[in-house]
């Protein structure tokens, strides 16, 4: 089997890349470890960047997300003493869209479904090949037999425990990891959105977000020990520690009931450079994961995608090398950028077990320029809703 650009990982960052190479007549396969069914089991961001907005419609798949996603012009920082509103069009011009990333990836499906997209699901034991060589390829197992396909480009879209970022030798791999002593526990329930836009929490007893997916869904999350279980949370305690964390007033109007997922996250801060190796390119997760708290995830890897998609049009399109000898360093300095307003973010509004006082007395100074400084304002909103491409 032969292919010109195979793509480990069916997640946002695979299908995507699909999606936008096969509508500019590129042939890929997607190797994706788990079924479709699982893929789009999973429950995770919720927001997305204007650019990241764009590559949805610009890859075909932006049409459900326009109809049933909601623009958010502003968001909501909260404190013990005060509630921010921060609005983004005031302080930057622009926007978010709240969509999950579950609708992302099903309308993305979609998309490829229609184009008759090459998706092989339940692979095992994936192999990068020749990887610096002139015959890249890559091997897998399904169902007791073994498969080879070869290729011109490798996109390692196979996130944070994937194999193609450990395809890169050790030695010319450079990582940078930060560990937060914390995770998220996350709760889904079938119930109107406190508020109609999101709150981030900083209170003495941990964070607390607000989030929503629609009108009548949910999403809810507490700072809890990296230590805690979920089976340790009922729902009861979930939704009574939440109320302790939000401001009295909106506590006041929380709308509980039973939640129908609830999971724990860690939170974590790498990068892993280069971000190519010969014929190989890692794009989203499987190079980078960012805390949550900024809502970049699923926007840094979106961000690669342009990149490297834009990169080997020009090979194919024009023989012209250089979008895919700059990828690395292109990808890199966004992915850094927002690998600091995360870092800011989490810090600013997480409950630290090391902080002292004086470490407090910064999160409050903080929160008290976003308040009062319209420059402190511009920085957060542009950080937000994204830096252009
Ligand atoms: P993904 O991890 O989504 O996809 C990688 C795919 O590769 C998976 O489908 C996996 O099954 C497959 N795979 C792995 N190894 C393979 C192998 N060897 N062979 C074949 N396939 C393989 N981001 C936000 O912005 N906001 C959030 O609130 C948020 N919450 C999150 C909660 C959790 C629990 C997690 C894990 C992440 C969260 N994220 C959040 C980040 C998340 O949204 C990612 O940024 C996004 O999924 C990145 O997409 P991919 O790069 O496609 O990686
Ligand atoms: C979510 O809705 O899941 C969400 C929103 C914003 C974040 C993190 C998660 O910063």
């Known amino acids: 089997m032969r292919t010109q650009v195979a793509i480990i990982g069916g997640g946002p960052s695979g299908l995507l890349l699909s999606q936008l190479l096969n509508k500019a007549g590129i042939g890929t396969v997607v190797l994706e470890r788990q079924s479709r069914e699982h893929v789009l089991s999973r429950i995770r961001a919720g927001v997305l960047e204007r650019s990241t907005v764009d590559l949805l419609h610009q890859a075909g798949a932006g049409e459900r997300m326009d109809r049933e996603g909601f623009a958010h012009h502003g968001c909501y920082l909260s404190s013990d003493q005060q509630m921010i509103r921060v609005d983004f069009q005031e302080a930057c011009g622009h926007k978010v869209m709240v969509y999950g990333q579950t609708e992302v990836t099903r309308d993305l499906y979609e998309a490829q479904d229609a184009l008759g997209a090459a998706h092989i699901h339940g692979v095992e034991n994936v192999v990068l090949h020749d990887v610096k ?209 995360s870092w800011s973010v989490t810090t600013m509004m997480h409950s630290f077990p090391e902080h002292s006082d004086y470490d407090r007395q910064m999160q409050r100074v903080e929160l008290e320029m976003l308040a009062t400084d319209p420059s402190a304002r511009k920085l957060f909103a542009e950080g937000y809703t994204g830096t252009p491409l």
């Not at 002593?181 to 996350?186: E, T």
């Not at 889904?188 to 977000?209: C, K, W």
């Not at 399109?317 to 992915?335: H, M």
Request: proline share 7%; charged share 25%.
């Open 133 to 341: 060589g002139a015959a890249p390829y890559v091997t897998w197992d399904k169902d007791g037999t073994s498969h080879r396909l070869e290729c011109d480009f490798i996109a390692g879209c196979d996130g944070f425990h994937g194999v193609s970022r450990r395809t890169i030798p050790d030695d010319v791999r450079r990582e940078y990891e930060k560990v937060y002593p914390f995770g998220w526990l996350g709760v889904l329930s079938e119930t109107p959105p406190v508020r109609d836009e999101l709150i981030y929490a900083n209170h003495p007893r941990g964070f607390a977000l607000a989030s929503m997916r629609n009108e009548m869904l949910s999403r809810y999350y507490i700072q809890v020990p990296l230590t805690d279980k979920v089976e340790d949370w009922s729902d009861n305690a979930f939704w009574a520690e939440l109320k302790a964390r939000l401001p009295q007033d909106v506590a006041a109007d929380l709308v509980t009931g039973p939640s129908i997922e609830k999971s724990i996250a860690p939170l974590r801060s790498f990068v892993s450079e280069p971000l190519r190796w010969g014929a190989l390119f890692l794009c989203g997760d499987a190079a980078h994961i960012v805390p949550p708290t900024g809502a970049k995830g699923l926007n840094l890897a979106t961000s690669d995608v342009h990149y490297l998609s834009q990169g080997l049009l020009a090979h194919y399109n024009d023989n012209d090398p250089s979008g895919l000898d700059g990828y690395s360093q292109k990808a890199l300095a966004r992915i850094w950028k927002a690998m600091r307003f």
